[in-house]
């Protein structure tokens, strides 16, 4: 079974600095997927970013970077910047390959505050 | 850009009444979720349909739950008997393919009184 562990479940980061979140992972699936996703206070689920366990480089996406040790079965997401707008709730998520279109597990959470 | 559309945003219904949640997922998409997040909570998968059958379901999603695509752009979630621990936001998603990001839409929050 797949398991996804965020073990800060709040973060504060200076405007203009960057932040990690830190997502570790467990599956015994050798192909799987590793993404993020931001919710604001608004609600809606907004995807950041992909990883592919064989994929050789980290994954970015404009200022959003992912971190990814697969050794550690760690993926990290490091915002650059931090703008106020990011400010949200951030959730780490991961499927599995191999086993049919498995449905996407989440973990529980991280909420970053920007402060100006 | 397409998206997931939810109608409606917000349902407040009496406990033990039915609702019904609807989605229009991305038009060529095939596969499509359910998804729950109860207040402060992380997001829970419910259910999976493709090719007009569930393919996948969790221990949530019990014989109150159900599912329809009724016609080929609406997909429904039913809630029989709803029990105020149903209040949450419902999530629908879509993708194209297995190694695609889940596209989800606004949500809905259902809260059960």
């Known amino acids: 079974a797949q398991k996804i562990t965020q073990t800060q479940p709040g973060m504060f980061v200076q405007e203009k600095e960057a932040v990690t979140l830190d997502c570790t992972y467990d599956?015994?699936?050798?192909?799987?997927?590793l993404f993020w996703y931001k919710q604001p206070s608004s609600g809606e689920m907004i995807f950041l970013i992909y990883q592919g366990s064989y994929d050789q480089q980290n994954a970015t996406e404009g200022r959003y970077s992912l971190n990814f040790q697969k050794a550690r079965k760690s993926a990290n997401l490091v915002i650059s910047a931090s703008q106020l707008g990011d400010s949200a709730m951030y959730f780490c998520?991961?499927?599995?390959?191999?086993?049919?279109?498995?449905?996407?597990?989440f973990g529980k959470g991280t909420r970053l505050s920007v402060i100006a | 850009e397409p998206e997931v559309t939810q109608t409606p945003s917000h349902q407040v219904t009496q406990m033990g009444q039915e609702v019904i949640l609807r989605c229009v997922p991305i038009?060529?998409?095939?596969?499509f979720y359910w998804y729950r997040q109860i207040l402060g909570q992380k997001v829970e998968f419910l259910v999976s349909f493709y090719n007009n059958e569930i393919s996948e379901k969790s221990e949530i999603f019990d014989d109150q739950f159900s599912v329809e695509r009724p016609d080929g752009s609406n997909f429904t979630l039913k809630i029989r008997s709803t029990k105020l621990e149903d209040s949450a936001m419902y999530f629908c998603a879509s993708d194209r393919e297995q190694n695609s990001p889940l596209h989800f839409g606004n949500g809905t929050r259902l809260t059960v009184t």
């Open positions: 038009s060529n998409h095939l596969y």
């Open positions: 998520a991961m499927r599995d390959w191999n086993s049919g279109n498995t449905p996407l597990v």
């Open positions: 599956t015994s699936d050798p192909s799987y997927g």
